[in-house]
T-cell receptor, first 111, second 113 residues
Framework: DAKTTQPTSMDCAEGRAANLPCNHS???????VYWYRQIHSQGPQYIIH???NNETNEMASLIITEDRKSSTLILPHATLRDTAVYYC????????????FGKGTKLTVNP | DGGITQSPKYLFRKEGQNVTLSCEQN?????MYWYRQDPGQGLRLIYY?????DFQKGDIAEGYSVSREKKESFPLTVTSAQKNPTAFYLC????WGLGNEQFFGPGTRLTVL
């Protein structure tokens, strides 16, 4: 069962910020939001995760709304190498969890 | 360099043959996973293992088998019972307790002729 909703595709100009939305209106209190991306014909790559506070690392920023029903992954200065499918996943933390990958958002960064 | 290796990258087999896909990690991770990906689709979990000599079925285990005799190795056998084996197969690993932060290998693309 999909817990998240993402747009099928998005475009972004190189050097601009890419903002990828994700809706997770049924998220429960102990569930985190995780983001992965998959460049064509490669394995997925973990990007970032958060519970309720905004998070930032060297790859991206994650903004979670106050009601936690949606979030946005931000790539501050998109490059051509950021072209990939981005997956938003909601899951509780602890143990060895089963990740449920939906179809994600295909982000195309254009020169 | 620490990481996960899968070999080979491309594999061709005749229909009716069993085939074993290799997955090795030197990250000292306890948990390992196998996923299948079909064109334009997300990943689906086949099997996972949290410790040596133990593994659990995922969502699409039928026609597949695994073993976990060593911490660093988690081979997947695609048997002749798997009706549509042609797919992209991905192996992943994680620290126990951080199963949502998985490290993936480069994948093996299996084509059954």
């Amino acid at each position: 069962d999909a817990k998240t909703t993402q747009p099928t595709s998005m475009d972004c100009a190189e050097g601009r910020a890419a903002n990828l939305p994700c809706n997770h209106s049924t998220i429960s209190g102990n569930e985190y939001v995780y983001w992965y991306r998959q460049i064509h014909s490669q394995g997925p790559q973990y990007i970032i995760h958060g519970l309720k506070n905004n998070e930032t690392n060297e790859m991206a920023s994650l903004i979670i709304t106050e009601d936690r029903k949606s979030s946005t992954l931000i790539l501050p200065h998109a490059t051509l190498r950021d072209t990939a499918v981005y997956y938003c996943i909601v899951n509780s933390r602890g143990g060895s969890e089963k990740l449920v990958f939906g179809k994600g958002t295909k982000l195309t960064v254009n020169p | 360099d620490g990481g996960i290796t899968q070999s080979p990258k491309y594999l061709f087999r005749k229909e009716g043959q069993n085939v074993t896909l290799s997955c090795e990690q030197n990250l000292n991770h306890d948990a390992m996973y196998w996923y299948r990906q079909d064109p334009g689709q997300g990943l689906r979990l086949i099997y996972y293992s949290q410790i040596v000599n133990d593994f659990q079925k995922g969502d699409i285990a039928e026609g597949y088998s695994v073993s976990r005799e060593k911490k660093e190795s988690f081979p997947l056998t695609v048997t002749s019972a798997q009706k549509n084996p042609t797919a992209f197969y991905l192996c992943a690993s994680s620290i126990w307790g951080l199963g949502n932060e998985q490290f993936f290998g480069p994948g093996t693309r299996l084509t059954v002729l």
